[in-house]
């Protein structure tokens, strides 16, 4: 869709996204705050742009990148505490994406829609202790209808606040529109 839109259009949506100035996006690997920590540079996107969520995509490598450079369970542990002390700090949200580790022998695999639990976040288990809040999602890459394939599953795993875990909402990914939708139950789709 991206291709089919004009010059217009373009600038539009960047307009409503970018162009707001409400979202600032970091390549933790690149120059910027060279020689500064990861929680440097959350601190300074908080501080000097006075940003109040910060999404780290994905934790697996910034622990490979973080301390030493070896990606050690150590190596998470410490950045796990870092980031719990950023937080109650600067009152800014972090959200993390995790890597889960490969699919249990002799059940459905991740790419056909098997759930996650915490145990299967891939890395120390700080990851699972420390945050929050842990939410699943799951797709079956692998399911015959093509209106299934592009839907996601989102289930509760841990809710510090409220205590309440399980099935939360299925989502459906739009590629026309390039957004995701509210799904429709399975015997609803036609």
């Given at each position: 869709r991206?291709?089919?839109?004009?010059?217009?259009?373009?600038?539009?949506?960047?307009k409503?996204t970018y162009?707001?100035?409400?979202?600032?996006?970091?390549?933790?690997?690149?120059?910027?705050?060279?020689?500064?920590?990861?929680?440097?540079?959350f601190?300074?996107?908080?501080?000097a742009h006075?940003?109040?969520?910060?999404?780290?995509?994905?934790?697996?490598?910034?622990v490979?990148?973080?301390?030493d450079?070896?990606?050690?369970?150590?190596q998470?542990?410490?950045?796990?505490?870092?980031?719990?002390a950023?937080?109650?700090?600067t009152?800014a949200h972090?959200?993390?994406?995790?890597?889960?580790r490969?699919?249990?022998?002799?059940s459905?695999?991740?790419?056909?829609?098997?759930?996650?639990?915490?145990?299967?976040?891939?890395g120390?288990?700080s990851?699972a202790?420390?945050?929050f809040?842990i939410?699943?999602?799951?797709?079956?890459?692998?399911a015959d209808d093509?209106?299934?394939?592009?839907?996601?599953s989102?289930?509760?795993?841990?809710?510090r606040r409220?205590?309440?875990?399980?099935?939360a909402?299925?989502?459906?990914?739009?590629s026309e529109t390039?957004?995701?939708?509210?799904?429709m139950?399975p015997e609803q789709?036609?």
């Amino acid at each position: 869709r991206m291709a089919e839109m004009t010059q217009e259009e373009k600038l539009k949506a960047y307009k409503e996204t970018y162009g707001t100035g409400r979202i600032i996006t970091l390549d933790h690997r690149s120059q910027y705050g060279k020689g500064q920590s990861l929680v440097g540079k959350f601190r300074h996107l908080v501080h000097a742009h006075g940003v109040r969520v910060i999404f780290l995509d994905h934790i697996t490598l910034a622990v490979s990148e973080y301390g030493d450079g070896g990606g050690g369970l150590q190596q998470q542990d410490r950045m796990m505490a870092d980031f719990l002390a950023f937080t109650e700090q600067t009152g800014a949200h972090l959200a993390l994406v995790s890597h889960i580790r490969k699919s249990p022998s002799g059940s459905a695999s991740w790419a056909e829609g098997a759930v996650p639990t915490e145990d299967d976040l891939k890395g120390s288990g700080s990851l699972a202790q420390i945050t929050f809040d842990i939410i699943a999602v799951s797709r079956n890459k692998q399911a015959d209808d093509d209106y299934e394939r592009d839907v996601s599953s989102l289930h509760v795993l841990k809710c510090r606040r409220e205590g309440k875990t399980g099935f939360a909402d299925r989502l459906y990914w739009n590629s026309e529109t390039r957004s995701l939708e509210q799904a429709m139950e399975p015997e609803q789709e036609g």
